[in-house]
């Protein structure tokens, strides 16, 4: 039986034979439409995507500026509560500082708005004592909003500047630049440094920017996140080598190699802590909120800083998320979505059934660290949800099917967040498959037409009825506008993506401010550099700066080779190893390969006109697992599948017949640890490409020597049931695996073979589909060594037994 698909109707659109229509110039005003996503098209997109941002923008100038945002709907001006200071969710972003400004600079330089930003340069270069203030900040909200955002367009103006090819070195703001954008990131970065000057090495969330940690009550210090305690590091480490003052790398890699010191067995992390006695609150973690951008930092600083043990601390993570997060209904081979849920980072059970917006940064962290095929998947499932609610909900319970009348939306507000088109580009730049193209523009359509307001972007206070939030924070602009215009430059046109900026290993921060730092480049020591400057700017308004810097670089540049950072993480085995026991075979290890190139697009694709998204298994599977999850609600109106766009569709798929779902699985999926799960890190796992030396290829087989600790995902087979390769279970294939119906057992102990009794069920048989993290082949078999320890056993056919069952894809290598 054929699944019926897209939520019980079975998707009828048929490809239809359309030619390119003529392309047009580039011109926005055209009245000749252009075809879909057509060069033309796209530069249409693309323009109207930079007339929102400057919507936005000149709304901020003319209501909201100086202060720190403006609201949407109501056009006044918004910053800090003075008088609540426990609104922590209004003002750990807000400094009073017109972070607006701060976090769209690097965004005026990429939309190339001269005049603009000639404007507000002029602004910050007069307001020396910008952060001179008497408000209380959240340090990372600080640190990647308003620290990133002055490094990234410091950088920016600087390769600008310098560099006499580029179209931009004659703009008058330019050619002037002279780099007193690091002057005020330093000044930021001495405000916010002593957050981490604490007894414990963790630092406490908050700062009083006039006031030091002395201005902030102490009950709003009692709890930090973990990746509001890590990812400073990445900011505050290249503030160190553009500047040449230490502490600031020092004081937040200290704190770094310090939380992954205390990462669990299980190579995770809790996601909350407090700070002054350095205990962990929770035991739960995941990919979302309070631990996203360790992740993400982890990886970005291997390649910024061509830093290696920063590298094994993402693989580590991410092999110990593969193994104990991951969770894919359909199984590892079918697609159909893929959802990384919060576990306990001592045990590994499910902790919490709940996906929130920020996790939709993943996919796109993966695409950067070559996990490409993975990122589809984990996409997917946030495409689904886009879908349904026209947003991406702030916790959303996607579990939770089993009743009519539980509540999946648990926190019900959307405002604006940037991740799920953050991936979206991502996924587009690595595959170049158009259906990435339709899926910004559908966001497009839903900013132009249900999120714009009179003065700015609202989002939702509540999905589910469609009120809205008078609120527009700054990373609507600096995050989900400048990737969705990034998204429509196919063309390659924009600075971020010209030879400009070949060679220069940038990476976005996760503000998206572009960051990178050459090495190459010498940087002299920040006090000579501020000598030089105040001698050449004594009477200037920046003269109090200044001042300000080299005070605090002599207070503090002292310490800064004193303070060491602790132990990093131990380097993984290498790729290819043998050991005493098989010195005959080669053996790969199969999650080190993984890493050894990037994947560049996992589609089946054919001409250039053709999206592969349409070639993927099971598409719309997740409609129907998640149906009482995925229910529209009313005031948006029939639900919209993106990927039945019909003129996309008509254009973009190769499909020639009716586009149908296989079957979905009906077999049991179920984890099973063997052993104490502790010791999971030490097992060896390793692929078998040849067998010497009589040459025998096992090129999809694994080899694990002892399987006592392992974590397995298995599949039940039984007769009449359909598996995750969409096959039927026969009566004929199960009983291939008994001679009789009760098959003798034996055990190894001390070399003495002991026969068994225990009896084998021959109804069934279980098939493995991960072990420690690791997908195993449908093509190939696991081989393992005769020591299984107490859990598993043999058959006389030499086939292994777990829990009374016979094992389909492990056999012994005796």
Same mark, same amino acid.
């Given at each position: 039986?054929?699944?019926?698909?897209?939520?019980?109707?079975?998707?009828?659109?048929?490809?239809?034979?359309?030619?390119?229509?003529?392309?047009?110039?580039?011109?926005?005003?055209?009245?000749?439409?252009?075809?879909?996503?057509?060069?033309?098209?796209?530069?249409?997109?693309?323009?109207?995507?930079?007339?929102?941002?400057?919507?936005?923008?000149?709304?901020?100038?003319?209501?909201?500026?100086?202060?720190?945002?403006?609201?949407?709907?109501?056009?006044?001006?918004?910053?800090?509560?003075?008088?609540?200071?426990?609104?922590?969710?209004?003002?750990?972003?807000?400094?009073?500082?017109?972070?607006?400004?701060?976090?769209?600079?690097?965004?005026?330089?990429?939309?190339?708005?001269?005049?603009?930003?000639?404007?507000?340069?002029?602004?910050?270069?007069?307001?020396?004592?910008?952060?001179?203030?008497?408000?209380?900040?959240?340090?990372?909200?600080?640190?990647?909003?308003?620290?990133?955002?002055?490094?990234?367009?410091?950088?920016?103006?600087?390769?600008?500047?310098?560099?006499?090819?580029?179209?931009?070195?004659?703009?008058?703001?330019?050619?002037?630049?002279?780099?007193?954008?690091?002057?005020?990131?330093?000044?930021?970065?001495?405000?916010?440094?002593?957050?981490?000057?604490?007894?414990?090495?963790?630092?406490?969330?908050?700062?009083?920017?006039?006031?030091?940690?002395?201005?902030?009550?102490?009950?709003?210090?009692?709890?930090?996140?973990?990746?509001?305690?890590?990812?400073?590091?990445?900011?505050?480490?290249?503030?160190?080598?553009?500047?040449?003052?230490?502490?600031?790398?020092?004081?937040? /890699?200290?704190?770094?190699?310090?939380?992954?010191? !205390?990462?669990?067995?299980?190579?995770?992390?809790?996601?909350?802590?407090?700070?002054?006695?350095?205990?962990?609150?929770?035991?739960?973690?995941?990919?979302?909120?309070?631990?996203?951008?360790?992740?993400?930092?982890?990886?970005?600083?291997?390649?910024?800083?061509?830093?290696?043990?920063?590298?094994?601390?993402?693989?580590?993570?991410?092999?110990?998320?593969?193994?104990?997060?991951?969770?894919?209904?359909?199984?590892?081979?079918?697609?159909?979505?893929?959802?990384?849920?919060?576990?306990?980072?001592?045990?590994?059970?499910?902790?919490?059934?709940?996906?929130?917006?920020?996790?939709?940064?993943?996919?796109?962290? /993966?695409?950067?660290?070559?996990?490409?095929?993975?990122?589809?998947?984990?996409?997917?499932?946030?495409?689904?949800?886009?879908?349904?609610?026209?947003?991406?909900?702030?916790?959303?319970?996607?579990?939770?099917?089993?009743?009519?009348?539980?509540?999946?939306?648990?926190?019900?507000?959307?405002?604006?967040?940037?991740?799920?088109?953050?991936?979206?580009?991502?996924?587009?730049?690595?595959?170049?498959?158009?259906?990435?193209?339709?899926?910004?523009?559908?966001?497009?359509?839903?900013?132009?037409?249900?999120?714009? /307001?009179?003065?700015?972007?609202?989002?939702?206070?509540?999905?589910?009825?469609?009120?809205?939030?008078?609120?527009?924070?700054?990373?609507?602009?600096?995050?989900?506008?400048?990737?969705?215009?990034?998204?429509?430059?196919?063309?390659?046109?924009?600075?971020?993506?010209?030879?400009?900026?070949?060679?220069?290993?940038?990476?976005?921060?996760?503000?998206?401010?572009?960051?990178?730092?050459?090495?190459?480049?010498?940087?002299?020591?920040?006090?000579?550099?501020?000598?030089?400057?105040?001698?050449?700017?004594?009477?200037?308004?920046?003269?109090?700066?200044?001042?300000?810097?080299?005070?605090?670089?002599?207070?503090?540049?002292?310490?800064?080779?004193?303070?060491?950072?602790?132990?990093?993480?131990?380097?993984?085995?290498?790729?290819?190893?043998?050991?005493?026991?098989?010195?005959?075979?080669?053996?790969?290890?199969?999650?080190?390969?993984?890493?050894?190139?990037?994947?560049?697009?996992?589609? !089946?694709?054919?001409?250039?006109? !053709?999206?592969?998204?349409?070639?993927?298994?099971?598409?719309?599977?997740?409609?129907?697992?998640?149906?009482?999850?995925?229910?529209?609600?009313?005031?948006?109106?029939?639900?919209?599948?993106?990927?039945?766009?019909?003129?996309?569709?008509?254009?973009?798929?190769?499909?020639?017949?009716?586009?149908?779902?296989?079957?979905?699985?009906?077999?049991?999926?179920?984890?099973?640890?063997?052993?104490?799960?502790?010791?999971?890190?030490?097992?060896?796992?390793?692929?078998?490409?040849?067998?010497?030396?009589?040459?025998?290829?096992?090129?999809?087989?694994?080899?694990?020597?002892?399987?006592?600790?392992?974590?397995?995902?298995?599949?039940?087979?039984?007769?009449?049931?359909?598996?995750?390769?969409?096959?039927?279970?026969?009566?004929?294939?199960?009983?291939?695996?008994?001679?009789?119906?009760?098959?003798?057992?034996?055990?190894?102990?001390?070399?003495?073979?002991?026969?068994?009794?225990?009896?084998?069920?021959?109804?069934?048989?279980?098939?493995?589909? /991960?072990?420690?993290?690791?997908?195993?082949?449908?093509?190939?078999?696991?081989?393992?060594?005769?020591?299984?320890?107490?859990?598993?056993?043999?058959?006389?056919?030499?086939?292994?037994?777990?829990?009374?069952?016979?094992?389909?894809?492990?056999?012994?290598?005796?």
């Amino acid at each position: 039986m054929i699944l019926q698909c897209a939520q019980g109707v079975i998707i009828s659109l048929l490809i239809a034979a359309i030619s390119f229509s003529q392309i047009v110039q580039a011109n926005p005003s055209a009245d000749v439409p252009p075809s879909h996503l057509s060069p033309a098209h796209l530069r249409l997109l693309k323009y109207e995507t930079k007339e929102l941002f400057l919507h936005a923008w000149d709304s901020y100038m003319n209501y909201g500026f100086p202060a720190d945002e403006v609201t949407p709907i109501s056009c006044q001006p918004y910053g800090p509560d003075f008088f609540d200071l426990d609104d922590t969710v209004r003002n750990d972003a807000m400094g009073n500082t017109s972070s607006t400004i701060l976090d769209n600079l690097d965004s005026l330089i990429i939309l190339e708005e001269w005049d603009r930003l000639s404007v507000v340069l002029d602004y910050l270069e007069g307001t020396p004592d910008l952060f001179n203030q008497n408000t209380i900040i959240q340090v990372f909200e600080s640190t990647i909003r308003s620290l990133g955002g002055l490094m990234s367009s410091h950088l920016l103006l600087e390769t600008l500047r310098d560099d006499p090819q580029s179209r931009a070195s004659e703009v008058e703001c330019i050619k002037k630049y002279d780099g007193f954008l690091l002057e005020l990131a330093l000044d930021l970065g001495y405000r916010l440094i002593p957050a981490f000057k604490t007894t414990t090495q963790m630092p406490v969330p908050r700062i009083n920017l006039s006031k030091g940690v002395k201005g902030v009550p102490a009950r709003l210090q009692k709890e930090t996140c973990t990746a509001g305690a890590a990812s400073p590091a990445l900011e505050f480490t290249l503030l160190s080598k553009l500047s040449g003052d230490l502490i600031f790398e020092n004081y937040t /890699q200290q704190t770094f190699w310090k939380l992954w010191s !205390s990462k669990s067995p299980l190579n995770l992390l809790p996601m909350t802590l407090d700070p002054l006695s350095s205990l962990w609150k929770d035991s739960t973690t995941g990919i979302g909120a309070s631990v996203d951008s360790f992740y993400e930092y982890a990886a970005k600083m291997s390649i910024l800083f061509d830093d290696k043990d920063m590298w094994n601390v993402f693989k580590t993570s991410y092999k110990a998320l593969l193994t104990h997060s991951l969770y894919e209904p359909l199984g590892t081979v079918n697609s159909g979505g893929a959802i990384f849920s919060n576990i306990d980072v001592n045990s590994g059970r499910l902790a919490s059934v709940w996906l929130d917006s920020l996790g939709a940064f993943w996919s796109g962290l /993966q695409v950067l660290t070559g996990q490409v095929r993975d990122a589809v998947r984990t996409h997917m499932i946030y495409l689904k949800i886009w879908n349904t609610y026209d947003s991406i909900p702030e916790r959303l319970d996607f579990v939770n099917r089993h009743s009519e009348t539980g509540r999946p939306i648990q926190l019900e507000w959307y405002p604006l967040r940037p991740e799920f088109i953050e991936s979206t580009y991502y996924l587009y730049r690595a595959t170049r498959d158009p259906m990435y193209l339709q899926i910004g523009e559908r966001v497009l359509e839903l900013l132009q037409t249900k999120f714009k /307001q009179r003065c700015g972007f609202s989002g939702f206070q509540n999905v589910l009825t469609g009120e809205l939030q008078d609120r527009m924070e700054t990373f609507v602009m600096s995050e989900t506008l400048k990737y969705l215009y990034l998204l429509f430059d196919a063309e390659d046109k924009v600075l971020l993506h010209t030879n400009l900026m070949d060679n220069k290993n940038w990476v976005f921060s996760t503000e998206a401010h572009p960051l990178w730092y050459d090495k190459r480049k010498t940087v002299p020591t920040i006090k000579k550099k501020l000598e030089d400057r105040r001698i050449n700017n004594e009477n200037s308004i920046r003269s109090s700066l200044l001042d300000r810097i080299t005070a605090k670089f002599n207070m503090y540049g002292s310490l800064s080779d004193n303070i060491t950072i602790a132990q990093k993480a131990p380097h993984l085995y290498p790729n290819y190893y043998t050991t005493g026991d098989q010195e005959n075979v080669v053996k790969v290890d199969p999650y080190e390969e993984r890493f050894n190139q990037c994947e560049v697009s996992p589609f !089946s694709t054919g001409p250039f006109t !053709s999206s592969g998204y349409y070639t993927l298994k099971n598409l719309f599977s997740s409609n129907a697992i998640y149906g009482n999850v995925l229910k529209r609600p009313k005031h948006l109106g029939p639900h919209k599948d993106i990927e039945l766009n019909e003129n996309f569709y008509n254009r973009f798929s190769l499909v020639q017949n009716p586009l149908e779902c296989e079957r979905l699985p009906t077999t049991e999926l179920s984890d099973v640890v063997l052993g104490n799960i502790n010791f999971m890190s030490s097992i060896q796992i390793s692929k078998l490409p040849l067998m010497k030396p009589k040459g025998e290829k096992h090129e999809y087989d694994l080899w694990i020597p002892k399987m006592a600790f392992s974590r397995l995902k298995l599949e039940k087979l039984e007769v009449d049931k359909i598996d995750t390769m969409n096959n039927r279970i026969t009566k004929e294939y199960i009983e291939s695996f008994f001679i009789e119906k009760s098959d003798p057992l034996f055990t190894i102990e001390n070399g003495t073979t002991i026969v068994s009794d225990v009896k084998v069920d021959s109804t069934s048989v279980l098939r493995v589909l /991960q072990v420690n993290g690791v997908d195993v082949d449908p093509r190939g078999l696991i081989w393992t060594s005769p020591y299984l320890g107490e859990t598993l056993k043999y058959t006389s056919r030499n086939r292994v037994v777990l829990e009374g069952m016979v094992v389909e894809n492990i056999l012994s290598w005796w």
